[in-house]
């Protein structure tokens, strides 16, 4: 079988196809595609553009897709910038204006609190979705450190590791970020994704 993993964020794909390594399933995502019409992620909720992703994809390229909508909620900001994360400095930002606008956000807050979360959608071309949900808590750094992973990852620490997110291998990452805990309940289910 081949399973579309719908993203075009070389970060998440990579995580993605890490973790699946050893499924029985051939992994493309949408870079090893020409151009595709672009899905509008309006929704209010990681699992609303979760399912809109997914189900798009699966229909244009009739094939199963795989979706990851995630971003960072933070305490002190009431849990911005949530589901813009991607562009929380603007439309086409890149990863570094992203870190300096939350930098700039928190700068002088005390309280540093934050989630991430992600949402998987696994759909095929007809037919309903799975879902898969989780999060992981931790602390927004006053100054990057760490050079692995992408987005918000050298902002996130992990107390109970007591790294950055970006101080961590992928196989570290994985054990216990939003994205690892996530795919590991798909990873649990498979032998009913694959009767799916
Ligand atoms: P696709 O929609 O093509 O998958 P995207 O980057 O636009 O790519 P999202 O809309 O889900 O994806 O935005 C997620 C953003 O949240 C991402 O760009 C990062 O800024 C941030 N993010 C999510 N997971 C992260 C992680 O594990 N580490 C660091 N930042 C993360």
């Not at 979760?50 to 002190?76: M, Q």
Request: glycine content about 8%; some cysteine.
């Amino acid at each position: 079988i081949t399973l579309i993993v719908a993203t075009r964020n070389k970060g998440k794909s990579k995580e993605i196809q890490e973790y699946l390594q050893g499924f029985p399933v051939e992994i493309k995502d949408l870079n090893d595609f020409g151009p595709i019409p672009e899905v509008i992620e309006d929704g209010e909720t990681f699992e609303e553009n979760a399912y809109k992703k997914a189900s798009f994809t699966a229909k244009v390229l009739g094939l199963p897709a795989l979706a990851d909508d995630s971003g960072l909620e933070v305490e002190a900001l009431h849990g911005a910038p949530g589901v813009y994360s991607a562009r929380y400095a603007g439309p086409n930002a890149t990863d570094e204006q992203n870190n300096s606008k939350l930098l700039e956000a928190l700068s002088g807050k005390s309280e540093r609190k934050a989630r991430f979360c992600c949402v998987l959608s696994l759909a095929v071309p007809t037919g309903p979705a799975l879902t898969y949900e989780a999060s992981c808590e931790g602390v927004i750094l006053e100054a990057p450190r760490g050079t692995n992973g992408f987005g918000y990852d050298p902002l996130f620490y992990y107390p109970p590791m007591k790294k950055t997110f970006a101080e961590m291998t992928l196989e570290e990452k994985a054990q216990v970020s939003h994205r690892g805990k996530a795919l590991k309940e798909l990873k649990d289910e498979f032998d009913k994704v694959l009767k799916w």
